[in-house]
C-alpha cells in the first residue's frame, strides 16, 4: 500500500462515525505533496483536520519507513472548491449555485431540494418570477456555490 493509499484509508476509517467524509485528493505526479479535502453535513471545522493531521502524522511515523520526504495536508474544501460529492448539497441549500452542464450549458439558481439522483433550483426568469428546474447528478459537470454578502430578508 503506497502512503496515499494509507492516509485515505485512516482518513476514511475515522470518519465512519461522524457525519464527515472525504470528497477529494489532489497530489503531485511522485504522490509527495498531497492534499485531502475533507466535508461534512454541517461543514468541518478545523479541530476535525488538526485531530486527523495528528493521527495520520503517529500513524505514518509508526508504519511507513520510506526514506522519501511526505507533505499533506487536510483540510475543507474551500469556498471556491466546486461541490464533486451528492452528500454535500444539502448543506448549501438556500444558496445560489452556478452549474455547469453539457452541451456548454448552465444554470444558475437557488438550490431548493436534494433528492438521491437529483436537484432542484429556482431559476429566475424575470425580477419578480422564479422556475423551477430538476438537474439529475449525471448531467451536471460541475457546481460551485456563488458567494454572496448580501443579508437575506427575514
Known sequence: MDVKQLITQIIEEDLTTSDCFLVNIRSNERGTDMRFFIDGQNGVGIQTCARLSR????????????ETPIRYEISSPGVDEPLVDKRQYPQHIGR??????????????????????????????SKHKKEKQTLAFDDIIKST????????KK
Do not use: Q
Not at 493521527?55 to 520510506?66: F, M, N, P
Open 145 to 152: 456555490v456563488i458567494i454572496s454578502f448580501k443579508r437575506k
Open 55 to 66: 493521527k495520520v502524522s503517529r500513524i505514518l511515523d509508526e508504519e511507513y519507513e520510506d
Open 96 to 125: 445560489e449555485l452556478e452549474i455547469a452542464l453539457a452541451e456548454d450549458k448552465t444554470s444558475t439558481g437557488e438550490l431548493i431540494s436534494v433528492g438521491e439522483d437529483s436537484i432542484e433550483i429556482a431559476v429566475s426568469i
